[in-house]
């Protein structure tokens, strides 16, 4: 089993439509939890840090859930520079090794 | 540019041949970490430094590769006798400790440098 797991999709949606990704982790000890952006062929981006309160950025919210060890993504009114691919990501120390699921790429369309 | 840098961008090899590919840290990142992403794929670690010293490998850190960060700034990867599985971008990460919370250090990634070997 990946220790971190996501649908890879693709999920085509409009423009302005809301969607969800979801990701799950194997490792109970993992403490830091991230979502980064990548867009085609370029590095990795952060986009936010998932906290267990959840946590908002502008039209994207993140959740946690470590009874579950499930962590989401929600991105609200999609645009069309929203289209990328979207890796979750967990940390088990405060400085080592991040572990990345395999993205979920997004397409939005007008 | 005040980011990661990593050279070259793109290095096509045969196999067999030995490539070496550099990575120059945000100015006052003490941590250093590399990266490899196969098509499809997220990003897998391969090693971390703190300053000079290498203190986490991957078992994917096959005895043809060898990483180095010499004084503690820039690092670079060398892979010997390449094979076609090496094909991959490897990617560069910095960051600098959290002073508070103990939470995770954010790390920055680089451009990656794409290798091709045929």
């Known amino acids: 089993r990946k220790e971190v797991e996501q649908d890879p999709g693709p999920f085509n949606v409009p423009e302005g439509a809301t969607v969800a990704f979801n990701c799950t982790y194997s490792n109970s000890a993992s403490q830091s939890f991230f979502w980064y952006r990548q867009d085609c062929r370029k590095e990795p981006k952060l986009l936010m840090s998932v906290y267990s309160s959840g946590n908002e950025d502008g039209r994207f919210t993140a959740q946690l859930n470590r009874a579950s060890q499930y962590i989401s993504l929600l991105i609200r009114d999609s645009k069309l520079s929203d289209s990328a691919t979207y890796l979750c990501v967990v940390n088990t120390g405060t400085a080592s090794k991040l572990t990345f699921g395999t993205g979920t790429r997004l397409q939005v369309t007008l | 540019d005040t980011g990661v840098s990593q050279d070259p961008r793109h290095k096509i090899t045969k196999r067999g041949q030995n490539v070496t590919f550099r990575c120059d840290p945000i100015s006052e990142h003490n941590r250093l970490y590399w990266y490899r992403q196969t098509l499809g794929q997220g990003p897998e670690f391969l090693t971390y430094?703190?300053?000079?010293?290498?203190?986490?490998k991957s078992r994917l850190l096959s005895d043809r590769f060898s990483a180095e960060r010499p004084k503690g700034s820039f690092s670079t990867l060398e892979i010997q006798r390449t094979e076609q599985g090496d094909s991959a971008m490897y990617l560069c990460a910095s960051s600098y400790p959290q002073t508070s919370g103990g939470r995770t250090d954010t790390q920055y990634f680089g451009p990656g440098t794409r290798l091709t070997v045929l």
């Open positions: 430094f703190q300053n000079e010293a290498q203190l986490e």
